[in-house]
């Protein structure tokens, strides 16, 4: 539907690597061969279900293909390019630096090189900011936790403003947030916005009560979080008194299998409490869908109003860790496009 296409947009929660489009995975699986793989084994598509643990096996099949600095480059510039395409125009871009041996990329190439792709689309004039979170994956544990920490502060610091949070993901069964602590701590007092994947699955109470406690910015899914889901009031309290906005991705719960359907996905809670809720991808690649597909779908399963589903989209702008003055500029940008698109 041309409305949600035209609507202006701001993506918050997209993992680099599960945003690589069909056509993009194309170029790399050619370029691979030897590997043997297949698009069934990079995406999930329509109508298809994957238990948690399957979505993650299909990261490392991801990682397989993306391994390089000049494979970084083409994923995070193309990535950025189809955000753009489809009415994107402030995006927060998260990815977990990664070292390969055999390619001699570094987490420290890593991460210029996700910034190179931005600094490259800007050049090319892409109609779109873009921003970059540090991603901490949860299975490597407290020490890396904590390496990637100091990296993403010296980016916050010498990147000109496009590092500008932390992101704690990975696969919630394994670990404990306890052990992270530390690192989420230091992340914050040197000034990191804090984006924390939380209680993505039933069995993280403990750890989400204590999580809350730093508090973070925004909150990853949050899906176990609300009584009716098995989590509680207490952290329901906590996340509205302190207005944490939550970052809802509904393909990719309902194709994971932590949300059994479209209209029994939390969005209704949060959003019917009038709570700051944004919509977002996750992973376009792996989860086959779009922003603007993403909008559509929560419309239609929860009833929204053209109207609604606008100012869906123009909250979220207080969502985005942007300083202030680009914030502004968002707000005047919606303001104009309004009367083309409502
Ligand atoms: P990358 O960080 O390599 O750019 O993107 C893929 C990584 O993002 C995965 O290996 C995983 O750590 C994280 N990720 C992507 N989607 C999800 C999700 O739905 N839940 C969690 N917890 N982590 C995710």
Redesign the pocket.
Known sequence: DLFYRRLPKVELHA?????VSFETMEKLIKQKLHLNIEHSMTAIRSGQRRT?DE??QV??V??QL?DSEEDILMVAKDVIQEFAADGVKYLE??????EVTETGLTKRRYVETVLEAIRQSKEEEVDIDVRFLV?V???HGPEVAMETVKLAEEFMLSSDGMVVGL??????TVGHGKDLLCALQKAKNCGLKLAL?LS?VPSQKDESELLLNLPPDRI??GTFLHPEAGGSDSLVDKVCKQNTPIEL?LT??VK?QTVSSYNKHHFQYWYNRGHPCVLCT??KG?FCTDLSQEYQLAASAFGLSQESVWGLSQQAINFTFAPEPIKQRLEKKWAELRPQVL
């Open positions: 993992h680099l690597n599960g945003s948690l979505c993650f990261f490392k991801i990682h993306v871009l998260r990815s977990t630096p990664r991603a994956d949860r299975r992101d704690l993901s990975g696969d919630p994947h993505e990853g899914h991705c990719s719960n994971g996750d992973d792996v």
